[in-house]
C-alpha cells in the first residue's frame, strides 16, 4: 500500500470568482489533482477483441487529455453516451485497458483506490438500492469502510466526524431513519456525508441532480458551493444538465468521446453547446449562459 501522506494545502475556487487553476490541457507539476493524457478506451479492447487494436471498435474515449488542479471546481457536460461514465470508472480505479496515462494524486488510479481516503465518490441514484435496510447513519459509516478495513471498528474520531458531518448537511435529525425513507435531496445529503467522511481531498458526483425538484436543486448548489470551500476540496460534477453545471462550477469541460471545449461556464455559447451535443440546443437549455 503507498504511504500516507498529509494532502497539501490548496487554493480552492471561491464561487462568483473566475476560476485560477489554470489550462485544464496542460500538466501543473506538484499541483494537479487528476491528470489524464491521451487517455482512449474502448470496451472491445477491454473485452480482448482483436479487432479493435486496428481500429475497427467505437471508441468510448478518443484522446482525453484532462488536468484538474487541487481545489479547482470542474463541471464535465456531455450527452447520453458520451464517454462521461467511461471516464469516471477509469479514474475511480474500475476500468483497465485504456491507453496513455492516468493518475490521482500521484498514484495509479487502483492505488488510489486502496487507500480509501484519496476520492469521494457519489453515484447516480439510478445506481442505488434503496429499499436495502440500512439507517442514514450506517450509510454515512459506511464511507469509512475503505480507510479502516470492512471487519475493523470504526475509531472514535471517524465517529465523531461522521456526525459532524451528518450535522454539516443537514441530515442529523434523520441519521436513524431508515435511507429508503428520505426524500431524494436528503438522499443525496447522507451520501455527500458518506462520500466525504474518510476526508478525502477530491469529491466525485455523477448526476447529483436527477429526482431532485428545482428548489431542492438549488439548496444542494449551495451545500456543495460550502463543503467545496471549507474542506479544500477538488471537485468534479458529472452531468448531462447544463443548468446545474453552469450555475455550480467554475470551470467546465465538455465531453463527446474527446474533449471539445473548457473554459468558464460564460464560455458555453449556443454554438459550442451545439457542437459538443450535436443538436440544436433550446434557449431554456442554457440558462444564464446564453
Not at 127 to 141: A, H
Request: aromatic share 6%; charged share 20%.
Amino acid at each position: 500500500m503507498p504511504q500516507r501522506n498529509e494532502h497539501p494545502p490548496q487554493h480552492v475556487c471561491t464561487h462568483g470568482e473566475p476560476c485560477r487553476h489554470g489550462d485544464l490541457g496542460r500538466h501543473e507539476e506538484g499541483r494537479d489533482a487528476i491528470c489524464l493524457e491521451h487517455v482512449s478506451f474502448s470496451y472491445a479492447w477491454a473485452g480482448g477483441s482483436g479487432s479493435a487494436w486496428r481500429g475497427e471498435a467505437p471508441l468510448a474515449l478518443r484522446d482525453v487529455t484532462l488536468h484538474v488542479e487541487q481545489g479547482c471546481n470542474l463541471g464535465i457536460i456531455g450527452p447520453n453516451g458520451a464517454g462521461k461514465t467511461t471516464l469516471l470508472k477509469i479514474i475511480l480505479g474500475l476500468l483497465e485497458g485504456y491507453t496513455g496515462t492516468v493518475s490521482v494524486m500521484g498514484m495509479t488510479p487502483r492505488q488510489a483506490c486502496r487507500r480509501g481516503d484519496v476520492i469521494g465518490y457519489v453515484p447516480q441514484r439510478l445506481e442505488v438500492e434503496w429499499r436495502f435496510p440500512v439507517t442514514v447513519r450506517q450509510v454515512v459509516r459506511m464511507g469509512l469502510v475503505g480507510k479502516t478495513g470492512l471487519f475493523r471498528a470504526y475509531r472514535r474520531a471517524d465517529r465523531r466526524y461522521a456526525e459532524e458531518l451528518m450535522d454539516r448537511v443537514g441530515v442529523a435529525p434523520l441519521a436513524d431513519r431508515p435511507i429508503g425513507s428520505l426524500s431524494g435531496g436528503q438522499q443525496q445529503r447522507a451520501f455527500i456525508a458518506r462520500a466525504l467522511v474518510a476526508k478525502p481531498p477530491i469529491l466525485i458526483l455523477d448526476e447529483p441532480t436527477v429526482g431532485i425538484d428545482q428548489p431542492g436543486q438549488r439548496q444542494f448548489a449551495e451545500l456543495v458551493h460550502q463543503l467545496h470551500e471549507s474542506l479544500n476540496l477538488t471537485l468534479i460534477v458529472v452531468s448531462h444538465d447544463l443548468k446545474a453545471i453552469a450555475a455550480g462550477c467554475n470551470r467546465v469541460a465538455c465531453l463527446n468521446q474527446s474533449i471539445h471545449y473548457h473554459a468558464a461556464p460564460q464560455g458555453l455559447t449556443r454554438e459550442v453547446l451545439n457542437e459538443v451535443f450535436a443538436h440544436e440546443v433550446a434557449p431554456a437549455d442554457l440558462g444564464a449562459t446564453a
